[in-house]
């Protein structure tokens, strides 16, 4: 066991599945020489060497498309993003291809590609560096979208999502990266896509979140906890597909329900988890469904992140009022 | 650095309070003991100062919003202190933006998925009364405007789904078997909005809490009132007298002081008048000292301050308190300790107009005075009709505590004082 930071702990996935997997490539701009902007794949190339970690031109959508062949004829690429806002210029390939190699080729071909991303704000970078529009991608269908919250669970789910047969979208909250610590085990393990986390179990209320949000949901729910309001915390972890079991089994435990995310509120995935809240627990429902989002604007530049992203204390008071009502 | 400052409990017992006016807003430099933000709770009005000197960043709630005592009120940007700064191996990385480095707080506790677990003892199981019901929001509800505690119905519904008429025919039972011996369910009807011919106004915390303690007082204690008058020609008189004396010290001299003074002298004679009932305990508690509330009218309803230790007060010290006392409560700056601690009441509707009133004991006293109009009237005195000028007085108390008896002797006892006034320094 040892305390490591998320990068750290996504650099040590990266490590074990480079390692018992000989077509595991990673690439991205910056990936090789320098370990990537965020050191991500620090130390990765001098170890494995140049053929299988290594950079690529400054052209996404030729990240995503070269993936594609590579995976169709057996290999496993891991590719990243430098940033997500940068993704969209490999939507096509994303989108018409990553996607529907499964379904296209009847199942004869599969796209097993690893698709990493920094995603959201909170480090003071510009404003296309700070989006959270992991909807974009939860949105399209054949792709999964997982956002990991704790060190501990970005190195289970990546190792996850590398061993699986399909592709996935990994976004990772760049404003946790360095600014929480863990202990986690060196060895491998592995988390199933797809599971929630209930990070906290509770009575009254359930609060769900995933992602950078987590770190303001786990210091509200702390603060509830102190007014006497039990909260089930719950983290989603999967974006999609979204563990409508876990979510159901709580809410009709707790009756009430806020979802937490930093990205804009319109068809956001607040709109689906309580969709998923109705659907599996309309009959046990003590206080409306409530969702504490971003707005619906451009990420705001440096100055304006202060406002953009809920506090604590807000998600304190939404929880009041729902446990009020 | 921010630092968010909770709404403080300012007094003994207070949960809540409405905020009534902001007096900074985001971007307001404070300085510590500034005023934040003018807040009503039960009976008081008052500025929460700031606890430190900064820069207001937040402010929480709105005007008319009601808030919990410890949740946050305003956020304010302080001067750091000395703290961790991380080391510069941390701070570099990253070519773009940012990315705070985790601190000693920001250590999360070691995750379980995927690792091969211990075996876990039994979670603690849900108590059944948490466990929820099937019930549509809809019937939620109505439940909830019936004062229903929907989880505790049973459901006939589909899939065993509880109904508005479970609903309703668990709440007839429930008021069945309490027969009327508790109120304070909501109406059937449920909440009302205004409409063309009526106006739905949300109640005041002074009306709330004046209704909360009335509706108290009257389903705990025992009211009985009597009623009865004596001549007041001698006390007329002596008021006359020290009126002028007193008005050269800026001292307004009403006969409130003399019957404050009187009744405490009526109270240490029959000392159970200034007890409490104890029932629980099988008690009662007798106090030995006389703090006097005072019934004071003003614009947003009763409010009852308290005239300390009033036996070991003078005239001209009793006066100048209750003018200061009366003014306070007008102006709503009387503080939580001036209403804390009578033993007895007294409230003068006479001032404004009536001979006899049934008051309402100031829970859990055992007795109220109420002073009526003094008036002139005709008075039979050594067989010959003269005019007199009469005070009405009436008497309400708790008859667990003590019987019609001892209230009568205690009532003529405070009548024999004020009429004749030089008693209280020969008794």
């Known amino acids: 066991m040892k305390n490591m930071t998320m990068v750290q702990a996504i650099n040590n996935a990266l490590e074990i599945v480079l390692t018992e997997n000989e077509k595991v490539v990673l690439y991205g701009e910056d990936v090789g020489v320098e370990g990537g902007v965020f050191r991500v794949s620090a130390g990765l190339q001098e170890k494995f060497g140049e053929k299988r970690v290594f950079d690529s031109p400054l052209a996404e959508s030729g990240i995503a498309g070269t993936a594609v062949g590579m995976a169709a004829t057996g290999l496993k ?21 990553v996607s529907r190699i499964r379904n296209r080729s009847r199942g004869r071909h599969t796209a097993p590609i690893v698709i990493r991303m920094p995603y959201g704000g909170g480090i ?30 970005a190195k289970g789910l990546l190792i996850d999502a590398v061993r699986g047969e ?16 863990q202990e986690i085990q060196e060895e491998e393990y592995s988390i199933p896509i797809g599971k929630a986390s209930v990070v906290q179990e509770g009575s009254d209320i359930t609060l769900i979140s995933y992602g950078a949000s987590m770190k303001e949901a786990r210091k509200a729910s702390d603060t509830a906890q102190k007014k006497g309001i039990s909260v089930e915390l719950i983290d989603i972890r999967s974006i999609y597909p979204l563990d409508r079991s ?42 409306p469904p409530r ?35 | 650095m921010k630092y968010v400052f909770n709404f403080p409990d300012i007094g003994e017992g207070i949960t809540e309070g409405v905020i009534v006016e902001w007096k900074v807003k985001v971007g307001s430099t404070v300085k510590t003991g500034d005023p934040l933000v003018e807040m009503e709770t039960d009976k008081v009005v008052t500025d929460i100062p700031s606890p430190r000197d900064g820069t207001i960043t937040k402010t929480f709630g709105k005007e008319g919003e009601t808030i919990d005592v410890d949740s946050p009120l305003v956020e304010i940007e302080i001067e750091a202190g000395p703290g961790e700064s991380p080391s510069d191996e941390e701070e570099s990385f990253g070519v773009v933006g940012t990315s705070a480095p985790a601190g000693k707080d920001d250590i999360l506790p070691a995750g379980k998925d995927g690792v091969r677990k211990q075996p876990e003892a039994n979670q603690s199981q849900e108590s059944p009364s948490q466990e929820k019901v099937k019930a549509t929001p809809v019937a939620r509800n109505y439940a909830k405007q019936l004062g229903v505690s929907v989880n505790k119905v049973t459901g006939t519904g589909p899939n065993g789904r509880v109904t508005k008429s479970d609903i309703l025919e668990y709440h007839n039972a429930s008021r069945q078997s309490t027969a009327g011996l508790k109120s304070g369910t909501a109406p059937a009807s449920g909440a009302q909005a205004s409409t063309e011919r009526t106006r739905v106004v949300q109640l005041s915390s002074t009306r709330k809490t004046i209704a909360k303690n009335m509706l108290n007082s009257t389903q705990s204690a025992a009211h009985i009132s009597l009623f009865d008058e004596t001549e007041i020609s001698q006390l007329v008189q002596l008021r006359e007298r020290y009126k002028h004396i007193f008005s050269e010290k800026n001292i307004h001299l009403t ?26 305990n099988n008690r009662l508690i007798y106090k030995e000292y006389y703090n006097i509330g005072i019934a004071v009218d003003t614009d947003e309803g009763l409010v009852v301050p308290v005239i300390r230790d009033v036996d070991t007060k003078d005239i001209s010290q009793i006066a100048m308190e209750i003018e200061e006392k009366a003014q306070k409560a007008r102006e709503r700056k009387l503080s939580l300790a001036d209403f804390k601690d009578g033993t007895f009441t007294v409230t003068s509707y006479g001032s404004i107009g009536g001979l006899w009133g049934n008051a309402i004991i100031n829970y859990p006293q055992a007795g109220i005075l109420g002073i009526g109009r003094i008036h002139q009237q005709p008075v039979v005195k050594n067989a010959e009709v003269t005019v007199g000028t009469v005070l009405p007085v009436s008497l309400t108390i708790d008859h667990r505590i003590v019987d019609g008896g001892i209230s009568s002797r205690f009532m003529n006892d405070f009548l024999a004082y004020v009429s004749s006034p030089v008693d209280m320094f020969i008794r």
């Open chain 1, 124 to 153: 003071k970078a510009p404003e296309h560096h700070s989006e959270s529009m992991e909807v974009l991608y939860a949105a399209i269908p054949g792709l999964k979208v997982v956002i990991p919250s704790t060190p501990h669970d």
């Open chain 1, 291 to 325: 969702r504490l989002s971003g707005f619906d604007t451009i990420a705001p530049y440096p100055q304006g992140e202060e406002w953009y992203i809920h506090t604590p204390e807000r998600i304190v008071y939404e929880l009041q009022r729902l446990v009020e009502y």
């Open chain 1, 246 to 287: 876990t979510i159901g089994e709580s809410v009709r435990k707790t009756g009430r329900v806020l979802v937490v995310h930093e990205g804009p509120e319109s068809y956001g995935p607040g709109a689906e988890v309580l969709t998923t809240v109705i659907d599996e627990a309309f009959l046990y429902l003590e206080a």
């Open chain 1, 166 to 181: 399909d592709p996935v979208v990994f976004m990772e909250p760049k404003r946790l990266y360095r600014s929480v610590k």
């Open chain 1, 77 to 97: 690429p891991i590719i990243e993003m430098q940033f997500s806002g940068f993704s969209y210029h490999a939507f096509h390939q994303i989108i018409n291809q």
């Open chain 2, 255 to 280: 006969y409130l002081p003399f019957f404050l003074k009187a009744l405490v002298h009526a109270l240490s004679d029959y000392p159970v008048l200034n007890s409490e009932m104890d029932m629980e």
